[in-house]
């Protein structure tokens, strides 16, 4: 579950980032599965055409019987981000009752092409319009 999970989230992410044109582009998308609710919303800001950073929060709403499986998920996220936040990423997790508060912060700025690459960061069409159609498309609403 973590593993999936954790694969929309970055993937959210870098869709999300590959943006461009001084806007700002605000999506979310609110899915359920797997005994969790999740809610997620991106911002992303540009700067000259191009993508400069996305923020994206992540509500999750465990259902009672996963509970005990927080604290697990959330060293896990940990985890696999620890490679990232070196060079312009940064995670913050907090579980309270049966949610998991997921904010990731994205500097495409201070990210090597190598780490683009590996998080996805690698569209030849990274237009406002484009990105924005390819997030609408996979059920996001954007402002």
Known sequence: MSKKIFMTVI???????LTGCGKTLKCSITEEQSGMKMTQTMNVKFKNDKA??????I?????????????TFADTLKDEFKDFEENGMSLDIATKDDTIKVVIDANFDKMSDEQKNEIG???????????????????YSCK
């Open 11 to 17: 993937a959210g992410v870098m869709l999300l980032s």
């Open 52 to 57: 400069s950073s996305v923020t994206a929060n």
């Open 59 to 71: 509500d999750m709403k465990v259902d009672k019987e996963y509970q005990e499986y927080m604290d």
């Open 121 to 139: 960061f690698n569209s030849s069409d990274n237009s406002y319009d484009a990105i924005k159609k390819s997030l609408e498309d996979s059920g």
